[in-house]
């Protein structure tokens, strides 16, 4: 039993490292991701000017920012295995669920890289504070787990369909809705220097939304992932 | 090892694609499987190797007398095949390394060399994988479905795209498993038919 899990880690960090390497040689899905995160925020720092917005806007602004980022991007990571055809030579040679998690490996250092540029960039255009910098780590580091893996399965569903971009955002915004809500509730209250303490209904929610949604995403994989 | 097909159908929503396909094959041994065009040979090749499920039917795997869980035949093929592609972003020796591994084989650099130089890729194994031309790529194939010994080879159009020393080393590797594994290819082409002892015709 432990054998076989640890052969299926070794198998997914493989998988990993060969995805890190086709996105560090083609930045298909960093370049996406990034102009989109910078574009944004651009955009949303020349139209405010130097009015200095309250936590009530800046959180979900964020939070959007992050999101569609994470949605121009992180999709990609299933749709080139389908695009260059090499989904069945993967199906014939790893077992699903070393799949999803190399997958899921990627899309979560994706993001995490994604939220270390965008943080600091997003302080410093909305010239905004932060309060209490321990919930805001917490929230972000929950929140873009959670994002990861909502976004690998919806990512490994859409795949294989015709219209995978509609597809990509109209599926996981419902899925998504649970961890935004609690993502922006925390993020206000780490703007407004809150206890730690205040947020951890929030972070409980996003943890056991993670637990969940990996789970779920290993159970209906092998179904997904097979024709 | 013994490789059982039963009753195989394969439908496409209304479309009947493959009908009571029966076989047995052996190690070692060969088998080539044929038909027109649109018969069904991918269709036949890709429900073998676990790629797709069939409508009806189902495919055995038998070794010392156990039957080897379906979720875990497909590890036991090695496959080349025009709908099988590698990473074109990757180079030939980043793709072998990569299906050694994760294939669970220790990668044996000096095998592998070999490997790449008995193909007459020696020098180019260092080039991205869109560089190279179809016969190429198709040599590379091969070299990521042997690389790992696997006990059942199954080509569909084994020498596409190959020029006459690569439809050498086509030969050789068939000859080569026919004899410690099995081989099952999908052709028309008269000279592979003649590479399989036995020989399944699909309508």
């Known amino acids: ?30 370049n996406a991701i990034a102009l989109f995160a910078v574009t944004t925020l ?13 936590s009530t806007v800046l959180a979900p602004l964020l939070w959007i920012v992050l999101f569609f980022s994470a949605i121009s991007g992180l999709a990609h990571v299933f749709v080139r295995e389908e695009e260059q055809q090499t989904a069945d030579t993967l199906r014939l040679v790893v077992p699903p669920t070393a799949v999803l998690l190399g997958k899921w490996f990627f899309n979560v250092a994706l993001l995490i890289g994604l939220e270390i540029i965008v943080l600091p960039l997003f302080f410093i255009m909305m010239n905004a504070r932060v309060e209490s910098l321990d919930i805001l780590l917490a ?11 909502v976004a690998t399965i ?9 219209s995978r971009g509609a597809l990509f955002a109209v599926l996981s915004f419902p899925i998504a809705l649970p961890v935004l809500l609690s993502a922006i509730h925390s993020t206000q209250l780490a703007l407004e220097g809150a206890a730690f303490i205040d947020c951890l209904d929030d972070l409980r929610v996003l943890f056991s939304f993670n637990v969940v949604i990996v789970t779920t995403a290993i159970m209906v994989f092998e179904f997904v992932w097979r024709k | 090892m013994k490789i059982v097909v039963e009753n195989i159908e394969k439908k496409f929503r209304y479309h009947s694609v493959l009908k009571d396909v029966n076989f047995e094959l052996q190690s070692p041994g060969s088998l080539v499987i044929t038909g027109s065009n649109g018969s069904g040979k991918t269709t036949l090749v890709k429900i073998l190797c676990g790629l797709l499920s069939p409508t009806k039917g189902k495919v055995r795997l038998i070794k010392n007398g156990n039957e080897i869980p379906a979720a875990e035949q497909r590890f036991h093929f090695g496959l080349v095949g025009p709908y099988l592609q590698l990473y074109k972003d990757l180079t030939a020796w980043e793709n072998l390394l ?10 044996d650099i000096d095998r592998l060399k070999n490997l790449i130089e008995s193909v007459g890729l020696k020098g180019r194994e260092h080039e991205e994988l869109k560089n190279y031309s179809s016969g190429m790529l198709q040599r590379v194939k091969y070299l990521t479905a042997i690389y790992h010994e696997p006990e059942i080879l199954v080509l569909d159009e084994p020498t596409s795209n190959l020029d006459e020393a690569g439809k050498n080393f086509v030969r050789q590797t068939i000859a080569a498993q026919s004899e410690k594994g099995m081989v099952i290819i999908a052709t028309n082409e008269p000279e592979e038919v003649a590479l399989g002892k036995q020989r399944v015709e699909i309508a």
């Open chain 1, 154 to 162: 919806i990512a490994a569903i859409i795949a294989i369909s015709g």
């Open chain 1, 42 to 54: 651009t955009v949303i720092s020349f139209s405010i000017g130097p009015t200095r917005l309250n």
């Open chain 2, 98 to 107: 990569f299906f050694a591994k994760v294939r669970g084989t220790q990668p």
């Open chain 1, 1 to 30: 039993m432990a054998s076989s899990v640890l052969r299926l880690l070794k198998q997914s960090l493989i998988v990993f490292r060969k995805d890190f390497q086709l996105e560090f040689r083609t930045r298909y899905a960093l």
């Open chain 1, 139 to 149: 929230v972000v580091f929950f929140g873009g787990l959670a994002l990861a893996s």
